[in-house]
């Protein structure tokens, strides 16, 4: 069986740290030079993006969003003196997936937009990055579309506040 475009670039970003080794690192670099939310033109990962329901058409917007990785400490306000063991200070990890996180910062960044989906780009030791697939529910090539007017109706309006993403539902245990 003859493998075509999109499964290679699957196999390369299966182990990018090996296959893409120099390109990668290069990479990481510019990613940590970046801001928190970067809008950019076209998915660095063009197989997993269109596996998500991408398509290179008006309405559709990616944004790469950096999330640090980790627990998080709680603060101590106010307090002096000695710290008890068991005070609760550090090892909160949340309950929901970083990429949800990340999901869900990103429709608060752009509230006039949908998320379709993400995917995680890259990670070192103190981020992740995922870049979301975001849909203007609003543009008329989105309402003609058979396969994704459904993104335009009343009720699939926050799909990811509620859970409904590919991240959020198997975040929640649903399958997948």
Do not use: C
Request: avoid cysteine; charged fraction near 40%.
């Amino acid at each position: 069986m003859v493998s075509g475009i999109y499964q290679k670039i699957r196999e390369l970003w299966k182990k990018p740290k090996k296959t893409m080794k120099e390109d990668f690192r290069k990479k990481l670099i510019d990613l940590r030079r970046e801001n928190r939310f970067e809008r950019i033109e076209k998915p660095t990962r063009i197989d997993r993006a269109r596996s998500l329901g991408y398509k290179a058409k008006k309405g559709f917007v990616i944004v790469r969003v950096r999330i640090g990785r980790g627990g998080r400490k709680r603060p101590l306000y106010g307090r002096k003196g000695r710290k008890p063991s068991k005070t609760g200070i550090s090892d909160f990890t949340p309950k929901k997936s970083l990429q949800w996180i990340a999901e869900e910062r990103v429709q608060k960044k752009y509230p006039n937009l949908e998320v379709l989906g993400s995917y995680e780009v890259a990670r070192d030791g103190r981020h992740k990055w995922f870049e979301v697939i975001m849909v203007d529910p609003n543009e008329p090539s989105i309402k003609k579309d058979k396969n994704l007017k459904w993104i335009s109706s009343e009720k699939n309006r926050r799909r990811v506040e509620r859970g409904l993403t590919h991240s959020g539902k198997k975040s929640r245990n649903l399958g997948d």
